[in-house]
Structure formats: C-alpha cells, structure tokens
Nanobody, 114 residues
Framework: QVQLVESGGGLVQAGGSLRLSCAASGAAGMMAWYRQAPGQQPDLVATVRRAAETTYANFVKGRFTISRDFAKNTVDPQMNSLQPEDPAVYYC???????????WGQGTQVTVSS
C-alpha cells in the first residue's frame, strides 16, 4: 500500500511561482502529477519513473520542473510562470511496486490571480 500527502498549494499572482510537494509512504514506483480544474477531466502534468526519467505535458514544459528524492520518497514540482489556465487541484498518484495499483492523495489547490 502507498499513502500520499500533497502540500504546497495556495494563491499566487500570474507570473509567480509555487513549489508543491508530494510525500509517499510505502513502495512507490512510478509517480506522477495530475491536475483537475472544476468540471474538467484530470490532465497529466508529468510522470517520474524509478529511473528518474521525467516526462512533461507540453503545456508545462519550460515552466515546471519535477524533482524526485528517492531517499525521502518525495516528488516536488517547482512551478514557475504560473498562468491563469494553471489553477486546479493538483494530485500526486503513485503506483505500488508490489501490486501495481495506483494510489491517489487528497490533492492540493493551486489558484492563480490575474
């Protein structure tokens, strides 16, 4: 089983920055960040595999940078140049190495004011 706690969300002005954090307990393999705006389907923001290979969605390339600390079992996105289209609840799912089941945290809200 994997438990996840996301944090770091808040209100920021357009063009500003936020750093989110996701702490996982348990045998987490691939981890990712998704975001979901009200009334929308979740969008994949980035994935981070055990080999530290990171892939980004086109809409965050050049603005978001994901860092993964395998010792601490954390995945933290540094989000720069936040835009009015970035507000959403950001989630950090993780796949359990043993069961391959994907667990989700409670999410953290990001709000951008123009």
């Amino acid at each position: 089983q994997v438990q996840l706690v996301e944090s770091g969300g808040g209100l920021v002005q357009a063009g500003g920055s936020l750093r989110l954090s996701c702490a996982a307990s348990g045998a987490a393999g691939m981890m990712a960040w998704y975001r979901q705006a009200p009334g929308q389907q979740p969008d994949l923001v980035a994935t981070v595999r055990r080999a530290a290979e990171t892939t980004y969605a086109n809409f965050v390339k050049g603005r978001f940078t994901i860092s993964r600390d395998f010792a601490k079992n954390t995945v933290d996105p540094q989000m720069n140049s936040l835009q009015p289209e970035d507000p959403a609840v950001y989630y950090c799912p993780a796949r359990c190495i043993k069961t391959q089941y994907t667990y989700w945290g409670q999410g953290t809200q990001v709000t951008v004011s123009s």
